[in-house]
């Protein structure tokens, strides 16, 4: 092919991306089909009277792919001289990451970035200096003030939401991006009131060939298809995940034909390493879903020539011929040979342009070095927000409460209270499994609706609309990432894992992206989602996967607020707060006490709330403590009633909020009776419980009379049969036995 007609067809700045599209024979596909690879009918010959483009665009790439590459050259070299301490580089994906930045609207679409995008980044407006100021782990980095390693991009003025390290986990988030733009469209209360918002805004999202292994991957893909959803995702495939090279990585080493028939999925494949071709598959991609069309998948074959990162040796598993047949397809070469040739550019105007790149380079660098890391006391900043204490008096009413009606089971007051909220507050959208009243509208007059499966959620989508209140598939972590993308749009989601046992699909989602958000990216970003999770056993037949209770395994999370009301009046104002704060709640729903009588409580009105860390001394004693929560509270209640009869006072704290707890509460309680008792529902050994008697002991140890006891599950899982069942979860008798226990101590 003449490279001069090549340029000439390509990077015509006056087309429109669809004249362009039109000119080259490439046609997009329809609503419902998958486009196939676009053919490249390009004319092999120029008219001596045709005028060439600007080259200003041209000459706008290559640098971008030259200071990526040059960028990736001095943190390599700082890394050898001991003042960087980490680099992974986007060497080899330069050109098809410098055009999607040019298709691309910074501050306008937005950006869900894999470590090796450093050129799209800068293409989209992030300076040398910014990228440096990671490398060195300053404070004034925009990524994330020093938080995180290098090319972990992230920059809020550009809408580059933060990237974090687990491949995959961005695919779900951005589909959630994506799915608010959605909804925003079709919730009437938003379309003026969403800041950054804009019709045809697309979202970006990037992986690697290894990353496409991901389950998320795939759910993401079926969401963003069944939807069609405005989602651009790029797969720079360089043949390898560290050393699994693709074939090993994926059946048949080529993903992309095995999604060749997700529907309204506008598929394209491109030489990575190729900018105007890469530039000529962006645009079309782009415009598809501008077009809202569905989402479009580019998979650009790119090359990989340094080492995954300074911490490998690619030379441990590639060939040398292997490695020179990639050199060889150098982008950064490969497009400065191009332009030169097709007389863009001479050979001296290439090298100033390469001169001012390496100036800025080091100029960069001198600054970065000398910047100011993080100050060590601020390594607590931002665990949570720092502008909405649910922990205020703000947020208490209790005192002020005036109770009417009557009394309503937890059930119903959680139901009411998701009502009235909504009510409230048009942002907030409720998903999960099963929580509509009927996914197929034109049944919903003629089917009494599901609305979850302990029906929390009943009579939301019939109020709401199935814009705010709708099911999810059945994956977990599709519901946490979804959701995670739509907070960090403004929505307030409150999403439901239908079972507590089932939520581990979603704990990458959970421990590294909804709570850490706000803390990598030094309070650039935030997801203040609201989880509902029914919990417990108890349930006699709930077996082992319906009766766990591992608090403390998302209670050890920073960043992440856990509530666990035991009753109907409790679970209705902690909620309400959990959904008007600004951090990420587990908000822990025990089902055995969904309905239970003893627990009802008429309603406390429309603003009723409880912050977060305020215990309830539900019952007074002067003989021993007992602190517990959820289903431990009434059998704790019980007990001490039995303990009454026997000459002994039992004072008893219901926690209710799990992080923060109410250490004032349990101080002043132990000051006074001296002896304590920790009650749970969780295992024994590592269980919740384990800290609170480990803090007693340490900050509390003169005030006691007795060892600190604990009455909790055994270390096992919770069996079938009722009988067995019983001998594993704490019973009424456990508790009483370790009250007269301690007494007599």
Known sequence: MNTDTKVLKLVRKTESPVETMENTGAQLAPDNAVAPPAPRAVPTSVSKDQQLPDHKLLLELYRTMYLSRRLDDKEIQLKAQNRIFFQISGAGHEAVLAAAGVVLKPGYDWFYPYYRDRALCLQLGMTPVEMLLSAVGAEADPN??????????????????????????????????????????????????????????????????????????????????????????????????????????????????????????????????????????????????????????????????????????????????????????????????????????????????????????NEAADIAI?????????????????????????????????????????VDLLNRCLHTEMARDPRIVVFGEDVADCSREEYLDIVKGKGGVFKVTANLQRSFGSARAFNSPLAEANIVGRAIGMATRGLKPVVEIQFFDYIWPAMHQIRNELALLRWRSGNEWKAPVVVRVPIGGYLKGGAVYHSQSGVSTFTQIPGLRVIYPSNALDANGLLRTAIRCDDPVMFLEHKHLYRQAYNKSAYPGDDFMIPFAKAKKVREGKDLTIITYGALVQRSLVAAKQAEQEGISVEIIDLRSLVPYDWNAIAESVKRTNRVIVAHEDSLSFGYGAEIAARIANELFEYLDAPVRRVCALDTFVAYAPQLEDAILPQVADVARAIAELKRY
Not at 277 to 284: C, G, I, K, V, W
Request: charged fraction near 25%; aromatic fraction near 6%.
């Open 144 to 361: 994330s003030h020093g938080r995180q390693m290098p090319s972990h991009w992230g920059h809020s003025k550009l809408n580059i939401v933060s990237q974090s390290s687990p491949t995959g986990t961005q695919l779900l988030q951005a589909v959630g991006c994506a799915e608010a733009t959605y909804r925003f469209q079709l919730i009437p209360e938003l379309k003026n009131r969403v800041a950054g918002f804009h019709a045809d805004e697309i979202t970006y999202v990037s992986l690697g060939d290894g990353t496409s292994s991901e389950g998320e991957f795939w759910e993401a893909l079926n969401t963003a298809c069944n939807l069609k959803l405005p989602v651009l995702f790029l797969v720079e495939d360089n043949g390898y995940a560290i050393s699994v090279p693709v074939e090993v990585q994926t059946a048949g080493g080529d993903v992309s034909r095995l999604l060749e028939d997700f529907p309204s999925l506008y598929l394209q494949r491109c030489d990575g390493t190729d900018a105007i071709e890469s530039l000529e598959t962006m645009r079309r991609a782009v415009d598809y879903c501008r077009q809202r069309k569905g989402p479009a998948l580019v998979h650009a074959k790119v090359i990989r020539p340094y080492s995954h990162s300074l911490s490998d040796d690619e030379k441990l598993y590639r060939s040398d011929e292997e490695r020179t047949s990639d050199a060889e397809r150098d982008p950064v070469k490969r497009f400065g040979a191009l332009l030169i040739d097709s007389g863009v550019i001479d050979q001296a105007g290439l090298q100033r342009i390469k001169d001012q790149a390496d100036r800025e380079v």
């Open 370 to 410: 000398a910047s100011a890391q993080p100050a060590p006391d601020t390594a607590m900043k931002y665990v949570f927000s720092p502008d909405v204490d649910p922990t205020a008096k703000a947020f208490d009413t209790e005192e002020q409460v005036q109770l009417s009606g009557n009394p309503g089971t937890m």
